[in-house]
Nanobody, 119 residues
């Protein structure tokens, strides 16, 4: 009965920032590793970041390393993705997903939130 809902997307200028949230309901989030994915029009879905269930381990795609930061607050049942120094190529629908272990195949997906980077 776990459900994930993304929020925080929107329109931002190049170089700007957004913070995406992945909020869980129906179950506690602390057991799950969480992954963020994104999918741009005409492109396949790609993994962006992973975070372990404890928050002690993180991973980033090379394209976002140094610009994006994943974090979690298990007490709030929420995982965040901070997007900094945004580029037009970051434009995509961003999804969070629950995985059994760090960076493994997700078992449950959220509905996605749109991020558009444009001047």
């Amino acid at each position: 009965q776990l459900q994930l809902v993304e929020s925080g997307g929107g329109l931002v200028q190049p170089g700007g920032s957004l913070r995406l949230s992945c909020s869980a309901s129906g179950s506690t989030l602390d057991y799950y590793a969480i992954r963020w994915f994104r999918q741009a029009p005409g492109k396949e879905r790609e993994g962006v970041s992973c975070i372990s269930s404890s928050g002690g381990r993180t991973n980033y795609a090379d394209s976002v390393k140094g610009r994006f930061t994943i974090s979690r607050d298990n007490a709030k049942n929420t995982v965040y993705l901070q997007l900094n120094s945004l580029k037009p190529e970051d434009t995509a629908v961003y999804y969070c997903a629950a995985a059994p272990t760090f960076c493994r195949n997700p078992e449950l997906w959220g509905q996605g939130t749109q991020v558009t980077v444009s001047s």
